[in-house]
């Protein structure tokens, strides 16, 4: 019974954790965005852009938040950097803006993900310049030297200012440099048709009569905010910033421990550096197996992932070299990452249940492609889970079931031994030896689901793919709550009903919690996502399901054997 209650006020706190985290983020406020004019929002994110990156074969250092001035980054600039083209791109997932200054991406708005599902022309912008949610990915070349460079400050020239990809499956949007000494960079944005991927390439063609040695970059320029675990503060509960992968493992990287510690830095092959806000993602990704330097740091209001190559490469006058980077843009959409490497799907943390969330998401992602609809899908798969468990929670549901068929005679114990807790323990326990029940055994169900049940609500939370996902009727997102609570109170009704097919408990402190249970149930669930509820729901009808059949069965069984006993009795003499 202590086992029992243990379990119960155990669910009980973890529910209301539960409870205060999907309220606050359903009532936090979207943070605002300040409009800029165009002159700011092209001169003043550049104009204090990081500085450019150190080769690592000249120093260990890699691109840190330093201070660069328009005196300095900008000064090789033909024009003022608020003249600079924009060059606009729209695919059938993507608009984005691109700056001739470094090519650098800007502003990015995801098509199909607006900010909430009643205002559809409200787009989640990932990137954006000058603004509260400032974001950049600047790439570029950095080479030895005083000279002219290729990166994120030098003003590029394009063949034209909007690209559509239209009918076609991809589209290349050329960009073109030079020093005017003989080495020119020709750089190459690729986007392909319902893909958030960015291929980007920088061939170098070196047409001096000295070598050129340099090495390629790319970082990230994010807004950083400030975590504190208050109750209108969204980002105290899903991680917002930098994260970095370096070969083995990822790893966010805390404001607070950047402010006070410094740069993070680490050299390997295979990483990648990323952005993340929830359920969307800004990364870059090198070319695998080749080795580079991974720098993240953190400055005021904003932070800096950045990765440079290492060691620089050699260009000897009249050759060229090719440098590739992949950038991704947009939602966390597994499949997608993983095309690009099957590290990036990390970004998708589902904690440390992980190892029943990941298999969980994939299966109902399988459901979800033969029925095309998430809500249905839930259901399918939490029918699923309940065959595989079946032998599991049976016994445990003929336990009960027969704990409800001798309740008479305990009860007539209790009766009997009302004054001597010592023997009424001593009989209690005879009696359940001598029916073969186990009155623990009733845990066993809470403690089969509640694993599930968080990974459930760590699936509903983390994966963009039931991000705004409707069901039926009046559940239009899967991932908030049920506008008009009908959900939860079905739930509550529900559980209601279990209780009927199930044993009272002895223990009166228990019996009280285990009727104002539905209650609170229905209260804690009221802020729940409609997903996470609707798997309840179907967990529950199926275990009344079970239990009325285990009950019907059992009852039958000590009918029968009261009638031999009966039977057995006439014929005794």
């Given at each position: 019974?202590?086992?029992?209650?243990?379990?119960?006020?155990?669910?009980?706190?973890?529910?209301?954790?539960?409870?205060?985290?999907?309220?606050?983020?359903?009532?936090?406020p979207?943070?605002?965005?300040?409009a800029t004019?165009?002159?700011?929002q092209?001169a003043?994110p550049?104009?204090?852009?990081?500085?450019?990156p150190?080769?690592?074969?000249e120093?260990?250092?890699?691109?840190?938040?330093?201070?660069a001035?328009?005196s300095?980054?900008?000064?090789?600039?033909?024009?003022?950097?608020?003249?600079?083209p924009?060059?606009?791109?729209?695919?059938?997932?993507?608009?984005?803006?691109i700056?001739?200054?470094?090519?650098?991406?800007?502003?990015?708005?995801?098509l199909?993900y607006?900010?909430?599902?009643?205002?559809?022309?409200?787009?989640?912008?990932?990137?954006?310049?000058g603004?509260?949610?400032?974001?950049?990915?600047?790439?570029?070349?950095?080479?030895?030297?005083?000279?002219?460079?290729?990166?994120?400050?030098?003003?590029?020239?394009?063949?034209?200012?909007?690209?559509?990809?239209?009918?076609?499956?991809?589209?290349?949007?050329?960009?073109?440099?030079?020093?005017?000494?003989?080495?020119?960079?020709?750089?190459?944005?690729?986007?392909?048709?319902?893909?958030?991927r960015?291929?980007?390439?920088?061939?170098?063609?070196?047409?001096?009569?000295?070598?050129?040695?340099?090495?390629?970059?790319a970082q990230?320029?994010?807004?950083?905010?400030?975590?504190?675990?208050?109750?209108?503060?969204?980002?105290?509960?899903?991680f917002?910033?930098?994260?970095?992968?370096d070969?083995?493992?990822?790893e966010?990287?805390?404001?607070?421990?950047?402010?006070?510690?410094?740069?993070?830095?680490?050299?390997?092959?295979?990483?990648?550096?990323?952005?993340?806000?929830?359920?969307?993602?800004?990364?870059?990704?090198?070319?695998?197996?080749?080795?580079?330097?991974?720098?993240?740091?953190?400055?005021?209001?904003?932070?800096?992932a950045?990765?440079?190559?290492?060691?620089?490469?050699?260009?000897?006058?009249?050759?060229?070299?090719?440098?590739?980077?992949?950038?991704?843009?947009?939602?966390?959409?597994?499949?997608?990452?993983?095309?690009?490497?099957?590290?990036?799907?990390l970004?998708?943390?589902?904690?440390?249940?992980?190892?029943?969330?990941?298999?969980?998401?994939?299966?109902?992602?399988?459901?979800?492609?033969?029925?095309?609809?998430?809500?249905?899908?839930?259901?399918?798969?939490?029918?699923?889970?309940?065959?595989?468990?079946?032998?599991?929670?049976?016994?445990?549901?003929?336990?009960?079931?027969?704990?409800?068929?001798?309740?008479?005679?305990?009860k007539?114990l209790?009766?009997?031994?009302?004054?001597?807790r010592?023997?009424?323990?001593?009989?209690?326990?005879?009696?359940?030896?001598?029916?073969?029940?186990n009155?623990?055994?009733?845990?066993?169900?809470i403690l089969?689901?509640?694993p599930?049940?968080?990974?459930?609500?760590?699936?509903?939370?983390?994966?963009?793919?039931?991000?705004?996902?409707?069901?039926?009727?009046?559940?239009?997102?899967?991932?908030?709550?049920?506008?008009?609570?009908?959900?939860?109170?079905?739930?509550?009704?529900?559980?209601?009903?279990?209780?009927?097919?199930?044993?009272?408990?002895?223990?009166?402190?228990q019996?009280?919690?285990?009727?104002?249970?539905?209650?609170?149930?229905?209260?804690?669930?009221?802020?729940?996502?409609?997903?996470?509820?609707?798997?309840?729901?179907?967990?529950?009808?199926?275990?009344?399901?079970?239990?009325?059949?285990?009950?019907?069965?059992?009852?039958?069984e000590?009918a029968?054997?009261?009638?031999?006993?009966?039977?057995?009795?006439?014929?005794?003499?």
């Open positions: 019974m202590d086992n029992q209650r243990l379990i119960i006020w155990s669910t009980f706190g973890l529910l209301l954790w539960l409870t205060y985290q999907a309220w606050v983020q359903d009532h936090a979207v943070p605002a965005t300040q004019t165009n002159s700011e092209l003043a550049l104009a204090d852009a990081p500085g450019l150190v080769l690592p074969a120093s260990s250092g890699t691109p840190q938040l330093a201070d001035t328009p300095s980054d900008l000064a090789a600039a033909d024009a003022p950097a608020d003249l600079a924009i060059i606009h791109v729209q695919t059938d997932v993507l608009d984005i803006d700056s001739t200054i470094g090519g650098t991406l800007q502003r990015a708005s995801l199909k607006p900010v909430h599902k009643d205002q559809p022309d409200v787009l989640i912008e990932l990137l954006s310049p603004t509260a949610e400032l974001g950049m990915i600047q790439t570029g070349l950095n080479s030895a030297g005083d000279g002219p460079k290729a990166n994120h400050t030098a003003r590029y020239s394009a063949e034209a200012t909007e690209y559509i990809l239209g009918n076609s499956d991809e589209l290349i949007v050329p960009l073109t440099w030079t020093d005017g000494q003989g080495v020119s960079v020709e750089k190459t944005l690729r986007f392909t048709r319902g893909s958030y960015i291929d980007i390439s920088q061939q170098l063609i070196n047409d001096s009569n000295a070598n050129w040695r340099g090495a390629s970059y990230i320029l994010r807004r950083s905010r400030e975590a504190e675990r208050t109750m209108f503060d969204v980002d105290s509960y899903s917002d910033g930098p994260v970095i992968y070969g083995e493992k990822s966010k990287m805390q404001r607070d421990d950047l402010l006070s510690d410094g740069a993070y830095s680490v050299t390997a092959a295979n990483g990648w550096i990323g952005s993340i806000q929830h359920h969307f993602l800004s990364a870059v990704v090198p070319p695998q197996n080749e080795q580079y330097v991974y720098n993240v740091s953190a400055r005021g209001d904003r932070s800096l950045s990765l440079i190559g290492t060691p620089s490469i050699i260009v000897s006058p009249g050759s060229q070299h090719t440098f590739e980077t992949t950038a991704f843009v947009g939602p966390k959409l597994q499949a997608q990452l993983e095309e690009i490497a099957e590290s990036l799907k970004t998708v943390d589902y904690g440390w249940l992980t190892i029943i969330s990941q298999p969980l998401f994939w299966l109902l992602s399988f459901v979800y492609s033969f029925v095309g609809n998430w809500g249905v899908a839930i259901i399918s798969v939490t029918v699923l889970i309940k065959v595989a468990f079946y032998k599991l929670t049976e016994a445990s549901g003929r336990s009960m079931a027969k704990m409800r068929e001798i309740q008479p005679r305990m007539s209790q009766d009997r031994y009302k004054d001597d010592q023997a009424l323990s001593q009989a209690m326990m005879e009696l359940y030896k001598r029916e073969k029940v009155p623990a055994a009733g845990c066993l169900p089969i689901q509640m599930f049940f968080l990974a459930f609500y760590w699936a509903l939370l983390e994966s963009v793919e039931m991000r705004q996902a409707p069901f039926v009727l009046w559940i239009t997102d899967l991932s908030s709550k049920d506008p008009y609570f009908i959900l939860p109170i079905i739930m509550g009704a529900a559980m209601l009903f279990q209780q009927k097919l199930n044993p009272t408990p002895g223990d009166p402190v019996a009280k919690v285990m009727q104002i249970m539905p209650i609170m149930f229905t209260v804690f669930f009221a802020f729940f996502p409609s997903g996470l509820v609707l798997y309840w729901v179907t967990n529950t009808l199926l275990s009344i399901a079970q239990q009325w059949y285990i009950n019907k069965v059992v009852h039958e000590a029968a054997r009261k009638g031999k006993k009966k039977n057995k009795e006439k014929q005794t003499p």
